[in-house]
């Protein structure tokens, strides 16, 4: 019930970028009108396609970050992006993207245990301003290929905004086909320049350590604190950076090896540096004597984490052809980092061919990873350390995702109405399990249209 509701709440929230869609689609079709022109040559893209894509999502565990590494994860989301892609001339396509997600959590409600009428705990939600939020995104994307179509390039630019976190990017990348377009190469680079809202867990903030927000009539004076003394300011200064930049750079090279067989490798490398740890997640010392409120234990400090990070990952699709009916695809990835994390991801699909129009994709992903040099769970830390993060998202764990698809295309585009055609629609659900408490669903669908 809860995620059919957030599904509404995003339906009603995405009619706010009306206006934005509404402009953005005159000015592309003023500029595709602009681009005619009485040479003939075969254009990149015909028509104007327009993907609309949603999901809801959930998820369970009782880890949070949030609270220490202890307590309720559960998180329930809705996500609708719409992209729309316009031939710009005969050689060029602009492309425009928007998204926006609503979420309800459980988890980061308790930045503030204490705004509810029921006794704080981290395993119940409180009803803070942290309960809900918003993430939209926009983003613009220009392509140009060459008169041969064996050189592409482009550049794209974008932005985001949430409740606590903004963020503005732009990237440039090329990409060129060579012996008979057997071969592909492609370089891409990419900046993000983030920001955050320093909000700190309530017990921790003061006038002077962060930004003013709906929960900041707490008063813990007016509660009784259980256990030792409660000082924060012996552990916690407030953080003097609010900014994170990601530079990113990566390299792919796709080959057909014969009618059947098709492979690609890419190699990705990623510098981060500024705040690159959470603000609210909250930090527990074994060698500091506990504090409560009601059932609630109070941070001793917040997640630290050095400002630099270095990551890299190497990865390999095959996709083999068996017959018209069965297609085999495989995908595998090794990631490391410089905070002591490396990975392993392999993931099998199977693609089904029902008919000339439905296909069914059976889908098996698993991964795992070690811990950062830098994680221990609840209450494991000591005071005496320069980092710590009790966040299992860098912990050690083993995951499961197995997923289900079905797709629907057309062609021709048979099925329309006026001059939008029906191209593809896909639905897809996945189940996502660790080898711990955390679990988590997925349900995307998925439609294509082509405008004449």
């Not at 492979?263 to 981060?272: G, I, M, P, R």
């Amino acid at each position: 019930m809860e995620g059919r509701l957030a599904g509404v709440v995003v339906v009603i929230k995405i009619l706010k970028m009306k206006k934005i869609i509404i402009l953005f689609s005159i000015l592309l079709t003023v500029l595709n009108s602009y681009s005619q022109d009485n040479t003939y040559k075969k254009r990149v893209l015909e028509g104007i396609e327009i993907d609309m894509i949603s999901s809801l999502y959930n998820q369970k565990g009782d880890s949070a970050a949030v609270c220490g590494g202890l307590g309720t994860e559960e998180i329930q989301d809705a996500t609708a992006t719409i992209v729309i892609s316009i031939p710009l001339r005969d050689d060029g396509v602009i492309k425009f993207d928007a998204g926006i997600s609503s979420y309800t959590s459980a988890s980061s409600s308790n930045i503030n245990p204490f705004s509810k009428k029921n006794i704080a705990t981290p395993f119940n939600a409180s009803s803070g301003a942290s309960k809900e939020d918003e993430w939209t995104s926009y983003s613009l994307t220009y392509l140009h290929y060459s008169n041969d179509r064996n050189k592409i390039v482009n550049t794209k630019i974008s932005v985001a905004d949430e409740y606590d976190y903004s963020s503005f990017g732009f990237g440039l990348g090329y990409t060129s086909l060579f012996n008979r377009k057997n071969t592909e190469v492609s370089i891409n680079s990419n900046i993000y320049f983030d920001e955050w809202k320093l909000l700190y867990p309530i017990e921790l903030r003061t006038n002077k350590s962060n930004d003013k927000d709906d929960d900041d009539d707490f008063d813990i004076n007016m509660y009784t604190v259980i256990g030792a003394a409660y000082s924060p300011e012996k552990y916690f200064t407030p953080l003097t950076d609010r900014k994170r930049n990601s530079y990113s750079l990566s390299f792919g090279l796709s080959q057909i090896l014969s009618k059947n067989l098709h492979t690609s490798f890419n190699l990705d490398v990623v510098k981060q540096k500024g705040l690159l740890s959470t603000p609210f997640h909250r930090i527990y010392f074994k060698d500091v004597v506990n504090s409560f409120i009601e059932e609630f234990q109070l941070a001793n400090d917040i997640e630290r984490l050095p400002i630099t990070r270095y990551k890299t990952s190497v990865g390999n699709r095959m996709s083999l052809y068996i017959n018209e009916y069965f297609i085999l695809k495989s995908f595998y990835r090794y990631y490391a980092d410089d905070w002591g994390i490396s990975s392993n991801t392999i993931s099998i699909e199977a693609p089904v061919k029902l008919s000339s129009k439905f296909t069914i994709y059976p889908a098996y992903r698993f991964y795992n990873q070690t811990a950062s040099i830098y994680f221990d769970s609840y209450d494991k830390h000591l005071s005496t350390e320069l980092y710590y993060t009790s966040d299992n998202d860098l912990s050690a764990y083993a995951a499961n995702q197995y997923s289900l698809g079905l797709s629907y295309t057309d062609v021709f585009s048979d099925i329309n109405i006026w001059r939008i055609g029906l191209k593809t629609i896909d639905i897809k659900y996945a189940h996502y399990s660790r080898n711990s408490t955390f679990t988590a669903n997925i349900l995307t669908f998925g439609i294509k249209l082509v405008v004449e």
